[in-house]
């Protein structure tokens, strides 16, 4: 095993839970839809600034993203990361047409599987799909799971404003209950019908409208009793939950009064008595971008200390000032671990791969 630089000196290795890549093949495709007819909105604020920007931050993100090899080894060395789980970046396959979108899911589950394989006491890798078709993205998740070890299946929100509760989707989920992996809902910009007001003030991207759009996502998946239909389903989500732990309170209190009146006939009863026993037995969450002590003792406190990961969301959030921040947390030696280090083992079953 490769010696380590990272943050075995502090009783823990990092395992950074949420990081990013694309292919470089996506950068043509995303080309080819910016400068079709009528682009998504959300798209075109999101990558139409992203692969055209030519401001410092974005080169970094755009070159990092590509990268799967050295520079992004030497990123991790230099910010104490010792191993990234890794995914295909927002919206990945889900703004393309669906051939194009199972051809990059291939192509993305091909580079970073290799990748995965060629480091593995490094990098771990979760399967993209093309959930546009539902059997065949069950097929390729399977594949990437077999062939490459991949711990977990992204899903980059919206697909093309429908959700995972739909039935169309069903195969992705019944995928990854057989599988026994986890679905990582990573955000995306919101869709047509949700961004107009944040687009016209900005606030449609990571500051805001990612967090509105993907905390909905997740919240979905319980009221529509699509979690009671594959209960063993275990949902992955960043930025501190999106917000769904600080909300834990009223969602439990207004769905309880909401089923009660008969308000929504959309909104049943569900098997288990509280969204909030969703959240805390289905639900696993990271800190991605939120380097904030007081937010996530409150998430482990609520939702349960083995239900936070640490993430860090390379390459578009990556100062080591919060990695060293995140290990000055006033928290036992043994809660620390389990944030930095064993809930991903767990949760990932990194066993074998050298991650313990
Ligand atoms: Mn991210």
Known sequence: ????????????????????????????????????????????????????????????????????????????????????????????TQILRTDKAVALARLANDQLGEACLAHPDRFTGMAACAPQDGAEAAKEIERAVHKYGMRAVIINSHINGEYLDNPKFYPVLEAAEALDIPIYIHPNTPSRDMIRPMLD?????????????????????????????????????????????????????????????????????????KISDYLRENYTITNSGMAWEAAIKF????????????????????PAEEVAALDAMHMSAADKKKFFQTNAERVFKLDGQGAG
């Open 299 to 318: 998430a482990q406190e609520n939702l349960g200390i083995d239900r936070v990961m640490y993430a860090m969301d390379y390459p578009y959030q990556c």
């Open 201 to 273: 003030v900005g606030l449609d991207g990571a500051i805001f409208g990612f967090g509105v759009e993907t905390g909905m996502h997740a919240l979905r998946l319980i009221t529509t009793g699509t979690i009671d239909r594959f209960p063993k389903l275990q949902i992955i989500i960043g930025h501190m939950g999106e917000a769904l732990p600080y909300w834990m309170y009223r969602l439990d209190y207004m769905h309880r009064a909401g089923v009660k009146a008969g308000r929504y006939e959309a909104m049943k009863p569900l098997k288990k008595e």
């Open 1 to 92: 095993m490769t010696e380590l630089k990272t943050g075995g000196q502090h009783g823990y290795l990092r395992i950074a839970t949420e990081e990013a890549f694309m292919p470089e093949e996506a950068i043509d495709l995303y080309a080819e839809v910016l400068d079709g007819p009528d682009p998504d909105p959300g798209f075109v604020s999101l990558w139409g600034f992203y692969l055209r920007s030519t401001d410092e931050r974005s080169r970094f993100i755009r070159e990092s993203l590509i990268d799967l090899g050295a520079r992004r080894l030497a990123d991790m060395d230099a910010r104490g990361i010792d191993r990234q789980i890794i995914a295909l970046t927002a919206p990945g």
